[in-house]
């Protein structure tokens, strides 16, 4: 298991009934992101694109309070394109688009999304957490 000295202090909002969807076509980068959501005390799920994260979000949507996901992804839609939309259906999830390989443009992103460059040290996934909570 990991260990950051930024993860002694767990989130005031974390609940057993509250989740985060990790969103990463990259296998070992959703697991590391994982790791970070769950030492914050949060229940993580994880998809590998798109599509897994809508099934998962339009069958249990109300249980997630936060959405973290990659921008390039596999298929026909990326991570700008899932903001939107989960920013449109549950509006009550926080947002963070993480990306290594582009930063979005101006006004790509829904009001009120975190953008994280990778790679980025997990202290900073605690820290955008720990203010959209």
Same mark, same amino acid.
Not at 41 to 47: Q, V
Not at 71 to 79: A, E, S
Not at 81 to 103: D, E, Y
């Given at each position: 298991?990991?260990?950051? %000295?930024? @993860?002694?202090?767990?989130?005031?909002?974390?609940?057993?009934?509250? !989740?985060?969807?990790?969103?990463?076509?990259?296998? /070992?980068?959703? $697991?590391?992101?994982?790791?970070?959501?769950?030492?914050?005390?949060?229940?993580?799920?994880? !998809?590998?694109?798109?599509?897994? !994260?809508?099934?998962?979000?339009?069958?249990?949507?109300?249980?997630?309070?936060?959405?973290?996901?990659d921008?390039?992804? %596999?298929?026909?839609?990326?991570?700008v @394109?899932?903001?939107?939309?989960?920013?449109? $259906?549950? %509006?009550?999830?926080?947002?963070?688009?993480?990306?290594?390989?582009?930063?979005? $443009?101006?006004?790509?992103?829904?009001?009120?999304?975190?953008? /994280?460059?990778?790679?980025? %040290?997990?202290?900073? /996934?605690? !820290?955008?957490?720990?203010?959209?909570?």
């Open positions: 298991m990991l260990h950051w %000295p930024e @993860m002694t202090t767990l989130l005031n909002s974390a609940s057993t009934n509250s !989740a985060i969807l990790v969103v990463d076509d990259e296998p /070992l980068a959703r $697991m590391e992101i994982s790791e970070v959501v769950r030492q914050c005390g949060f229940e993580a799920w994880e !998809a590998a694109n798109t599509a897994e !994260a809508l099934s998962m979000l339009e069958q249990a949507g109300n249980h997630f309070i936060g959405l973290i996901t921008i390039n992804m %596999p298929g026909t839609r990326n991570g @394109m899932l903001a939107n939309h989960v920013r449109f $259906m549950w %509006p009550h999830i926080s947002i963070v688009v993480v990306s290594a390989a582009r930063k979005p $443009m101006e006004g790509e992103l829904p009001s009120q999304v975190s953008f /994280l460059s990778k790679p980025f %040290p997990p202290g900073k /996934l605690v !820290a955008v957490l720990q203010s959209s909570g």
